[in-house]
């Protein structure tokens, strides 16, 4: 399984994004995915998920301004994020479920580095 994200950069507050997260050796209609993110000396925090079915969630802090998606022919998952603001500076992550049934885990790839100034 190899997941290769791009699409970060530095943008100015109130910019745009869209990451991408190219998968290779699995099949993302298969499992739950999903975006984290890590700054410098914090959690890694999950962003968003989609499950199986289509379902997605959101954490609160980018609800409304971030979508998840994927295109099952491409095998591509994708994070637009809108309304960007300074404190979503970190390195993006995207990771792959090995179970139909649940959101487990365990794979991931390197990242991508998203920076927002103000």
Do not use: H
Not at 30 to 55: D, H, L, Y
């Amino acid at each position: 399984v190899q997941l290769v994200e791009s699409g970060g950069g530095s943008v100015q507050s109130g910019g745009s994004l869209r990451l991408s997260c190219a998968a290779s050796g699995y099949d993302i209609s298969s499992s739950c995915m999903g975006w984290f993110r890590q700054a410098p000396g914090k959690e890694r925090e999950e962003v968003a998920n989609i499950r199986r079915s289509g379902t997605t969630s959101y954490a609160e802090s980018v609800k409304g301004r971030f979508t998840i998606s994927r295109d099952l022919a491409a095998n591509t998952l994708y994070l637009q994020m809108n309304n960007l603001r300074p404190e979503a500076t970190s390195m993006y992550y995207c990771a792959a479920g090995d179970r139909w049934w649940s959101c487990n885990l365990p794979y991931w790839g390197q990242g991508t580095q998203v920076t927002v100034s103000s």
